[in-house]
């Protein structure tokens, strides 16, 4: 395997990337390459590499926006232009890339490509929006709520007659945290 830039600096009158030598490795790997993808394809079969050679364009490789294309050398540039790749991606040359859809483990994630709206406090959302990501969601923070202390009047009014409930249900963590701070500032315990 070579990993190798596919970006080299613009106005440079000639590449420094040694085709001849890229067309003969099993598996070449290009980063940022996206906008230079008929070049490279080219320059690698003009070397010698078979134009019917698998390659695999990963954009946004491993995020809830992961998408592979998948092309021979000769229509890489085309395929890639067809489906609107955008960088950033990586572009996989070789036998490897045939492989893309066994080895598709993002793709299988149980939240792939799903969109969720967390609408959670702001300090409460970032955990629950961090586990919906590993599982390959794309997450949209959206705070709908805000938690505020409620009246002390009325707080203190259900904690002088707390005994004379006979269930006392707590619908939230949030609600449960609340509960047990203002049972302390009255001087209760559990």
């Given at each position: 395997?070579?990993?190798?830039?596919?970006?080299?600096?613009?106005?440079?009158?000639?590449?420094?990337?040694?085709?001849?030598?890229?067309?003969?490795?099993?598996?070449?790997?290009?980063?940022?390459?996206?906008?230079?993808?008929?070049?490279?394809?080219?320059?690698?079969?003009?070397?010698?590499?078979?134009?019917?050679?698998?390659?695999?364009?990963?954009?946004?490789?491993?995020?809830?926006?992961?998408?592979?294309?998948?092309?021979?050398?000769?229509?890489?540039?085309?395929?890639?232009?067809?489906?609107?790749?955008?960088?950033?991606?990586?572009?996989?040359?070789?036998?490897?890339?045939?492989?893309?859809?066994?080895?598709?483990?993002?793709?299988?994630?149980?939240?792939?490509?799903?969109?969720?709206?967390?609408?959670?406090?702001?300090?409460?959302?970032?955990?629950?929006?961090?586990?919906?990501?590993?599982?390959?969601?794309?997450v949209i923070e959206c705070p709908t709520i805000a938690i505020e202390p409620a009246g002390e009047g009325a707080l203190r009014a259900a904690f002088d007659n707390l005994n004379s409930y006979h269930w006392l249900v707590?619908?939230?963590?949030?609600?449960?945290?609340?509960?047990?701070?203002?049972?302390?500032?009255?001087?209760?315990?559990?």
């Amino acid at each position: 395997v070579v990993l190798v830039t596919g970006h080299e600096q613009p106005g440079k009158a000639e590449s420094d990337l040694d085709y001849s030598a890229l067309a003969r490795i099993g598996t070449v790997v290009f980063y940022m390459g996206v906008g230079r993808l008929d070049e490279i394809a080219r320059g690698l079969i003009a070397a010698g590499r078979d134009a019917a050679t698998p390659v695999a364009v990963v954009e946004r490789a491993t995020t809830s926006h992961q998408r592979t294309v998948r092309a021979d050398l000769a229509r890489l540039a085309q395929a890639a232009a067809e489906q609107g790749v955008d960088a950033p991606a990586i572009v996989i040359v070789g036998e490897v890339a045939s492989l893309a859809d066994t080895l598709a483990w993002c793709d299988r994630r149980p939240l792939f490509g799903q969109t969720i709206l967390v609408t959670r406090t702001r300090t409460q959302a970032s955990e629950l929006s961090s586990q919906l990501r590993d599982l390959g969601a794309r997450v949209i923070e959206c705070p709908t709520i805000a938690i505020e202390p409620a009246g002390e009047g009325a707080l203190r009014a259900a904690f002088d007659n707390l005994n004379s409930y006979h269930w006392l249900v707590l619908t939230s963590p949030n609600g449960v945290e609340c509960f047990c701070r203002c049972l302390a500032d009255c001087g209760g315990d559990a």
